[in-house]
DNA sequence: TTTATATATTGACGTTTAGCTATATGTATT
DNA sequence: AATACATATAGCTAAACGTCAATATATAAA
């Protein structure tokens, strides 16, 4: 996963409701029927949060007669998660001597 | 941390230029002019992109005379980290026989 | 005290985004 | 075939965003 795939993520993850819907995903797969009722928003914007969430492949749809059921894609939230874990912080390199 | 703040950062992330930033402070503090000489965006848009990476908390500045040194606040990038961890993703939990 | 340098702020701009309403599409039921 | 229901798409609007040029602020050097 590169540089531009991960801000793509970052970017989906930005926003405070697909935040929460990739946290409702987090405890399994849910219909969008089901999902509608925890969020303030409308039908027409949950697509379109799904439709970013699925762009950037964090979340996979299953389609079963007229409902749809979405969940986390494990893969891209694994490869995501190294990349984040990769972020070093060492705070012995800041300089000044602060003494 | 919180939902909130986790999609500040995120959001913060979101951003190919500030997501590059994050990386090179990754290998250890640096000054903003020598960051300025990494990217193809005007002093301003640096100063204006290093805000935003400061109000999430995400990065630290230590004013050195004229200089501005920026690094990881490793904390927050931590708490990110564990919030991010957290997020489970369970294959075996998706509806369907498949079989 | 003047000048040079590093950074921040302001104000403007074009673009992107989240949200809505209205409508279209697809699937099941009657 | 007609109806009902779940979801997607289109088109719009207001707000937020990334960028820049110009300018202000702060510190160091001459």
């Known amino acids: 996963m590169n540089a531009a795939d991960v801000a793509l993520i970052c970017k ?3 926003d405070s409701n697909r935040l929460q819907i990739v946290e409702m995903l987090s405890t399994g797969e849910k219909c969008a029927c089901k ?17 970013i969430l699925r762009e950037c492949e964090l979340v996979d749809v299953r389609k ?7 969940s986390l894609n494990c893969e891209t939230l694994s ?3 190294d990349y984040i874990n990769k972020l070093a912080c060492d705070e012995s390199r ?6």
């Open 35 to 51: 999902m509608i009722d925890k969020f303030e928003i409308t039908q027409p914007t949950l697509s379109h949060h799904m439709k």
């Open 79 to 81: 490869a995501f998660r």
């Open 64 to 70: 079963e007669g007229k409902w749809m059921h979405y």
């Open 12 to 14: 989906a993850l930005g």
């Open 94 to 99: 800041k300089g000044g001597c602060g003494c």
